[in-house]
């Protein structure tokens, strides 16, 4: 069996208001998801990550940690990155954040 990895993920705010929660493996960025801020909350325009972390379960813990900041600001979620679209609407626990 296979065991699940868990990232420590770090964050950085920008300047426009917007964010990135990603990885770091020797100080390079390896995996990470950005989103920018709108009127009716964050709208995620992209989620990257290294092809050696592809297949590792990064992906989806970067998209944990958006609708973890969502939640903890009272914030909707546009999911311009199909990726964090398509995690956020197949969970029924999340799929209430997501706007068009």
């Known amino acids: 069996m296979i065991q ?3 990232y420590e993920i770090q964050y950085e705010e920008t300047a426009d208001g917007g964010g990135t929660f990603f990885v770091e493996t020797d ?5 990470l ?5 709108i009127p009716e909350g964050m709208d ?12 590792t379960g990064v992906a989806k813990q970067l998209v944990a940690k958006v609708v973890e900041h969502a939640r903890a600001n009272n ?22 954040l997501l706007i068009d």
């Open 4 to 6: 699940a990895v868990t």
């Open 27 to 31: 100080g390079q960025r390896v995996a």
């Open 33 to 37: 998801i950005r989103w920018e801020a």
């Open 44 to 55: 995620v325009v992209t989620t990257k990550a290294e092809p050696s972390m592809r297949g």
């Open 75 to 96: 914030l909707s979620v546009r999911g311009s990155c199909s990726y964090a679209k398509k995690v956020i609407g197949e969970n029924p626990d999340t799929a209430g």
